[in-house]
């Protein structure tokens, strides 16, 4: 991380200061060079199909979106806008918290991109993906 970048509490009041992060419910769990890794509390609300009870897809690409976003803002010290980003599902995400890590793939002066993965509460991998973020410095 460059000099700018912040610790684990500056990053989850970073994190928590949105509505929708709230609703999601993240936790920082660790912040550093080799990215960051955050939990999410697992709501009722998150269900798709009540009766096989799996996690809806944008829930998950919320995560990720999230979870690539922040691993970017722990280096520059502030969060940033997503320009495009990818999701690939692996698996039907059942009720259970998740944890998800992130890590910068490159930091540029204008665009950075990030990846993202999120794992159920047996550690299997249930979705994963990129995403490209506008990291120019904000005018004044």
Do not use: C
């Amino acid at each position: 991380m460059n000099k700018e970048a912040i610790g684990v509490e500056a990053l989850q009041e970073l994190l928590t200061r949105g509505p929708f992060n709230r609703w999601l419910n993240f936790s920082v769990l660790s912040a550093n060079d080799e990215g960051i890794e955050v939990e999410v509390t697992w709501r009722e609300e998150w269900v798709v199909n009540p009766k096989r009870r799996y996690t809806h897809g944008g829930i998950l690409a919320a995560i990720i979106d999230t979870a690539a976003d922040y691993a970017i803002a722990a280096a520059l010290g502030r969060p940033v806008p997503t320009i495009s980003i990818r999701v690939d599902y692996h698996k039907a995400a059942q009720p259970g918290n998740l944890k998800a890590k992130a890590h910068v793939v490159r930091m540029g002066g204008q665009y950075s991109t990030a990846e993202a993965y999120v794992y159920d509460v047996e550690g299997s991998l249930v979705a994963s993906g990129r995403g490209t973020y506008y990291t120019a410095p904000p005018r004044s």
